[in-house]
């Protein structure tokens, strides 16, 4: 497709199971991210890639949230013994230029309820 | 640090009148400022970026905002607003790789 695909688009889990979301970037886009929308709130960085350089993982909440990306293209955000305050909305996005001045291309998000 | 800050929850306007959404920033360098809109069970979708220049820059859907450095704001304005144009806005700003999106203006525009 042409833009960013996510999925699932929903998923209801229990408290204490493991969850993995998928992020399928642009064709070609090497910076991809992962932010956190929660009700109310605004975007909460969690995760960037460039390229095979090392990820900023400066946003991850704890040591519950992992992510990586394979051959620098699909990115799958782990999270490890979900809790409830782990309820959100997870927006992967991808953008073309290394530089700062590109604009980010957003999937639709993967809406995570933990009961 | 690079932060955002949108002050207003919620904006209403009348169709066909003008509006604005706030938005002031503050960081240590030049900074790359972006609007974002984000219609309900949407990802956000780009609306118009300042990097250099014009201070006035248009964007889509006859969206333009207006770089002031000296008041640090970056507020979106459009001439005469549609009820298609409600939805969530985020201003976001980039001094690093990695921008900072502010909490969201929700845009109500009634008929």
Known sequence: GAGVSQSPSNKVTEKGKDVELRCDPISGHTALYWYRQSLGQGLEFLIYFQGNSAPDKSGLPSDRFSAERTGGSVSTLTIQRTQQEDSAVYLCASSLAQGMAGELFFGEGSRLTVL | ?111
């Open chain 2, 1 to 111: 640090a690079q932060s955002v800050a949108q002050p207003e929850d919620q904006v209403n306007v009348a169709e066909g009148n003008p509006l604005t959404v706030k938005c002031t920033y503050s960081v240590s360098g030049n900074p790359y400022l972006f609007w974002y809109v984000q219609y309900p069970n949407r990802g956000l979708q780009f609306l118009l970026k300042y990097i250099t220049g014009d201070n006035l820059v248009k964007g889509s859907y006859g969206f333009e905002a207006e770089f002031n450095k000296s008041q640090t704001s970056f507020h979106l304005k459009k001439p005469s607003a549609l009820v298609s144009d409600s939805a969530l806005y985020f201003c976001a700003v980039k001094e690093s790789y990695i921008p900072t999106f502010g909490r969201g203006t929700s845009l109500i525009v009634h008929p």
